[in-house]
């Protein structure tokens, strides 16, 4: 998980302007909210899913992983990053959730200016595009699907309207079912496009979606995908309580200054917990359904749960 952190960090250095290039300040600016650290979630599930893909380790030298697909590789999981970082700079402004902290230093309207702020979300939306829409592959409908997938997670239907229902629910009660709806949005839509997005990019042929996906390994990849969206946003409410800023990086017990409903204040905490050890075994459930190379999947599914508890 180590090297596939690193692997990303040093392509989204390539991808991002120096910060010497006018304007430099913004560019500056995009490094500071791309580069500042992170769990790299989202990077991961682009490797893992091309590792189950293609049956091989794209960080290995196995010639199931050509030089052309660990290319597609590095420019999914350079887009769903800068897609993920340009979220958390809008997250984090005073019109939205008013934050100062973020990855363990201050957010970027605190350490440049709103206006900064603003333009560096921008940016780094259409740069994700820009990245993954260059990728070099002989079948153009592939990447076209690609930036179409990307689009759709990103957009009102995805991580945008989960926000926007976000900031609607303030000082209210939400049942269940709106709360998991929303988290699904917010969260989960990102990280399933990131499986799907690795998934693509591992092998660029007919058969690119992997071992053969019938039916059956289409639903345990949704539901995989659906298990562990969920089950991170769990997990994140529930450090919201029980860990402090330092350790989480970001300002502790923010939601509920802002009286924002979550799964804790929902279900409570001992059944968001409970609830987080449900999603990991259906996440590895919908894994032993999927067969093939699913170990990094796995890892992955244990890492999200496995922060807290």
């Known amino acids: ?124 939306q259409t740069l994700a595009f820009e990245v993954i829409a260059a990728i070099a592959s002989p079948r153009s409908g592939r990447v076209a699907e690609s930036v179409s997938l990307l689009a759709a997670a990103s957009g009102s239907r995805g991580m945008a309207g989960g926000q926007a229902i976000d900031l609607e629910s303030v000082g209210k009660q939400l049942a269940w079912t709106e709360l998991e709806a929303m988290h699904r949005a917010k969260t989960g839509a990102l990280l399933r496009a990131a499986v799907l997005l690795g998934a693509r990019a591992a092998l660029d042929h007919d058969d690119a979606l992997a071992v053969g996906l019938d039916a059956g390994r289409r639903s345990a990849l949704d539901e995989y995908c659906g298990a562990i969206g969920l089950a991170f946003q769990v997990v994140d409410d529930v450090l919201d309580v029980e860990t402090d800023s330092v350790t989480l990086g970001k300002t502790a017990g923010k939601d509920a200054m802002n009286d924002k409903p979550t799964v804790v204040t929902v279900l409570g905490l001992d059944q968001a917990k409970h609830l987080a050890r449900r999603l990991r075994d259906d996440a590895d459930r919908a894994l032993e359904r999927l067969g093939g190379n699913i170990d990094r999947l796995r890892d992955i599914a244990d890492f999200i749960t496995g922060r807290s508890f």
């Open 1 to 124: 998980m180590q090297t596939m952190r690193s692997r990303v960090e040093a392509a989204l250095d390539r991808a991002l302007p120096p910060s010497s290039t006018v304007p430099a300040r913004l560019h500056d600016a995009m490094r500071y909210a791309s580069l500042g650290g992170g769990k790299r979630v989202r990077a991961m599930l682009v490797y893992a899913a091309g590792e189950w893909a293609s049956g091989s380790s794209p960080s290995s030298n196995d010639s199931a992983i050509d030089s052309s697909a660990a290319a597609r590789l590095d420019a999914a999981a350079v887009a769903v990053e800068l897609i993920h970082a340009y979220s958390l700079v809008h997250d984090d402004l005073p019109c939205m959730d008013d934050d100062d902290l973020r990855r363990g230093r201050p957010t970027v309207h605190v350490a440049f200016d709103e206006a900064t702020a603003l333009l560096v979300g921008d940016a780094l």
